[in-house]
């Protein structure tokens, strides 16, 4: 059974980091994509971040470059997602996700209706 936990989210002050963990169960995340959403009160779910993890290229939205990075550790099946700088506007509800079976190209990184697998999500909530 696919399985994907979240966790590290938490409330810290503008400019503060939190690095979020996707931990990742009953697959194997060498041949997947997995991507980063954020859900926003009142806000549509965008795409944040994602992993080509066979290729370990990595992909950003405009927001988050230069402030977010993306990893994986193959030995814990886990993908990372680094937030530092963080700013009020970053405050959502955080979700990992991975789509089966993986579409082919690029375009539709950050596209979550691609995706078919979604973790429980974390609360990241970014105020002074």
């Known amino acids: 059974q696919v399985q994907l936990v979240e966790s590290g989210g938490g409330l810290v002050q503008p400019g503060h980091s939190l690095r979020l963990s996707c931990a990742a169960s009953?697959?194997?995340?060498?041949?997947?994509?997995i991507g980063w959403f954020r859900q926003a009160p009142g806000k549509e779910r965008e795409g944040v971040s994602c992993?080509?993890?066979?290729?370990?290229?990595?992909h950003y939205v405009n927001s988050v470059k230069g402030r977010f990075t993306i990893s994986w550790d193959s030995a814990k099946n886990t993908v990372y997602l680094q937030m530092n700088s963080l700013k009020p506007e970053d405050t959502a509800v955080y979700y990992c996700?991975?789509?089966?079976?993986?579409?082919?190209?690029?375009?539709?990184?950050?596209?979550?209706?691609?995706?078919?697998?979604w973790g429980q999500g974390t609360q990241v909530t970014v105020s002074s």
């Open positions: 992993i080509s993890v066979g290729d370990s290229s990595t």
């Open positions: 009953g697959f194997t995340l060498g041949y997947y994509v």
């Open positions: 996700a991975a789509p089966s079976p993986r579409p082919d190209g690029s375009s539709w990184y950050f596209d979550f209706e691609y995706y078919d697998y």
